[in-house]
């Protein structure tokens, strides 16, 4: 009796180091894997201009660009040019656009995109608030000189008595829904208001 006593001791005491050697394995394992992180965004840099007070961040690794179009304030792309920025600042000689007078600068707009002969197809449009401005979103494949295509999200917004455009550009065409996240983000820390 007493030698089943002692096989039964020894099993179960070994079982016990068993489930223990589980626990402490689980806990190192954890301590030694870290949990997995949350997605990073890439570094951004930060643009204000302060003529005009608009401002908005892109990614670090795009190149700041310049214009001889002195209405264009912040122009910055990839450096192989197939993903852009370009905010440009305009007198609109209309009087202050607020949410509930946008549909009246609607045709404004739309004259606006008919005089670029070069757009293909373009969406219709969504009414937005970005950067506290009111305005309108449209999306366009348009040609380029080489007769392939490119793509903007184009925000038509309005400060004061002044027209901002907010263009994001995706070079071919076809790169728009890959660098739509990215487009998403620089919308979302454009400023119309920077004081």
Not at 13 to 18: D, I, Q, T, V
Not at 94 to 111: H, K
Not at 166 to 180: E, I
Request: overall charge positive.
């Amino acid at each position: 009796m007493n030698r089943k006593w002692l096989v039964t001791g020894v099993v179960g005491l070994l079982a016990l180091f068993a489930v223990l050697a589980l626990v402490v394995g689980g806990v190192v394992g954890r301590s030694i894997v870290p949990e997995p992180a949350e997605p990073s965004r890439p570094a951004t840099v930060r643009f204000a201009d302060s003529l005009t007070d608009v401002a908005l961040s892109h990614p670090a690794n795009w190149v700041r660009r310049t214009s001889a179009d002195q209405g264009v304030r912040i122009l910055a792309s990839s450096t192989d040019g197939s993903a852009g920025v370009s905010v440009s600042v305009r007198k609109s000689g209309l009087e202050t656009v607020t949410a509930q007078s946008l549909p009246v600068v609607r045709p404004l707009v739309e004259d606006l995109l008919r005089a670029d002969t070069r757009i293909t197809a373009k969406s219709q449009p969504a009414v937005v608030t970005v950067g506290g401005l009111p305005g309108y979103k449209y999306t366009y494949t348009y040609r380029m000189q080489d007769k392939s295509e490119g793509a903007h999200v184009h925000y038509y917004l309005f400060k004061d008595e002044r027209l901002v455009q907010l263009v994001l550009q995706a070079v071919p065409a076809s790169r728009l829904d890959a660098l739509a996240p990215t487009f998403q983000q620089i919308a979302d820390t454009f400023e119309g208001n920077n004081r």
